[in-house]
């Protein structure tokens, strides 16, 4: 691609004007970043971030100088705003409508794009003075008329990447020490960090529309609950919000399923997390995304891998069973092979993938032959299918046959969910024709009492009640 039509893009997606999609533009604009000039991408972040304004001028000093660790304090350049910069603000709030508008969408795309700009001092430091809390409110304050949702998510998603990486590599930093003080700081921004991604969350949530959105926050949330070894607090956040999967991008899908797999495994439920896994591995090969999203999905697989086999691998020095050789027509299927072996190396969890498996390729089968396959005996077989029964990986019910053997029906959640809407219907129909009968018997009952009340009126008052049939057969009431 030429300069200009990478320039071009940039511009395209800055004015908002879209000729194509939004996620076709962001992947010209990824592949040919340095053909994007970074003055021109500095011009739109300047009027929505005065501050980075005092870089251009401290160019050739920051080339000079050592680029900043990540963790450590900022550059003094970039804590305190210039007279010039607070000049650019109360310019910026006198902007009209229209113009506001044009500056969100241009500020949106040059976000992205220096994040995906090759680092160098500058950058670096400019995106460390963007990757905080307050660029994550002031994105949450943007309004979906002015900009594309999906820009706005992937925007998001960039930021809250680089400031959970800042993070860990801090809290990593202050781990290895003894100092109180620093890790009551860093519990404090913990808190701060997940206070403001809880906080967007709930605005995003209650907005139509912004589901891929919801997802980027809440992939957040969890990476930074996991890698921080908060796994209650990771497991009550997919409790706490749905993800309508219908709605969101198949990367931002693939990463949902996967921390929830790691979260639900961690906690026990190992048949969930297979089953979420599986989800995951189906999607990546559907989807088939870009190297990029490759490259950048795989470290995400390295890095949560080796916390994966940390933390469920307790019993891995353990003697393994023979009956492991069932799974490994399961295991050369899938494209997250490493988890499959790990929930192999536990006893109770190899035995709940095993069962994971035969769940999902039959719907009857003797207990016997369920025995043989996870090689346990017949009480903690039926224990272990009534444990992923409660984990809500499939449902199952113990029948016998003719001979008196123990038969093993297993339904999938979603055949479940079809044979429920069908009994559901099934019985509003008979309570629509019993609230019918119900009905005709009750108005049946009134008119015969009505009826009953006529007579007995007649009876009492002959001469009243004939008076009465007078006056409404000659269309008069008793007052003309």
């Known amino acids: 691609m030429s300069s200009s039509v990478a320039a071009d893009t940039f511009a395209m997606l800055a004015s908002g004007t879209l000729s194509s999609s939004v996620s076709s533009l962001l992947t010209k604009i990824s592949s040919h970043v340095k053909d994007i000039s970074l003055s021109s991408v500095l011009q739109h972040l300047q009027k929505g971030f005065p501050q980075i304004l005092d870089l251009s001028a401290a160019k050739s000093d920051m080339s000079e100088k050592k680029v900043p660790a990540p963790g450590s304090p900022l550059p003094k350049i970039l804590g305190t705003p210039s007279k010039r910069s607070a000049a650019i603000s109360s310019q910026r709030a006198e902007l009209g409508e229209a113009e506001q508008d044009h500056l969100t969408n241009a500020m949106l795309a040059s976000f992205f794009t220096l994040y995906k700009y090759p680092a160098s001092p500058e950058v670096t430091a400019i995106k460390r003075a963007l990757s905080t809390m307050d660029t994550l409110a002031f994105l949450t304050k943007a309004s979906a008329d002015s900009c594309s949702v999906f820009l706005l998510a992937q925007v998001i998603h960039l930021v809250l990447m680089d400031v959970i990486a800042i993070y860990t590599t801090k809290a990593a930093t202050v781990s290895s020490e003894n100092n109180h003080h620093n890790k009551l700081q860093l519990d404090t921004e913990y808190e701060a960090i997940e206070r403001g991604i809880v906080s967007s969350l709930r605005s995003f949530s209650s907005k139509n529309n912004h589901d891929e959105i919801v997802i980027v926050l809440l992939n957040a949330l969890l990476r930074l609950q996991l890698l921080t070894s908060n796994y209650l607090s990771a497991y009550r956040s997919i409790l706490n919000y749905r993800v309508i999967v219908f709605s969101i991008s198949h990367p931002q899908l693939i990463r949902f399923y996967f921390y929830s797999s790691l979260t639900v495994a961690i906690i026990g439920q190992h048949a969930r997390a297979l089953k979420l896994i ?85 719907k009857r089968i003797s207990l016997s032959e369920v025995c043989r396959r996870i090689n346990a005996s017949e009480g903690e077989a039926k224990d272990y299918l009534i444990s992923g029964a409660m984990e809500k990986a499939f449902n199952v019910r113990f029948d016998e046959d003719e001979d008196g053997n123990c038969i093993v029906t297993i339904i999938q959640r979603q055949e479940q969910l079809l044979s429920s809407k069908a009994n559901f219907r099934t019985k509003a129909l008979q309570l629509v024709d019993r609230l019918s009968f119900i009905r005709s018997s009750l108005t049946q009952q009134d008119v015969l009492l009505s009826r009953h009340d006529e007579k007995r009126d007649q009876d009492n008052n002959t001469e009243t009640y004939l008076d009465m049939l007078d006056l409404m057969d000659a269309g008069f009431s008793d007052t003309d």
């Open 278 to 362: 599986s989800n995951a591995n189906q999607l990546f090969a559907d989807y088939s995304p870009t190297m990029s999203m490759k490259t950048q999905l795989s470290v995400d697989l390295a890095a949560f891998t080796t916390l994966f086999k940390t933390l469920t691998c307790t019993d891995s020095s353990a003697p393994q069973s023979s009956a492991n050789d069932c799974c490994e027509a399961m295991l050369c299927k899938v494209s997250f092979p490493d988890i499959y072996r790990v929930l192999l190396f536990k006893r109770m969890a190899r035995i709940k993938t095993q069962l994971a498996y035969i769940a999902k390729i039959f």
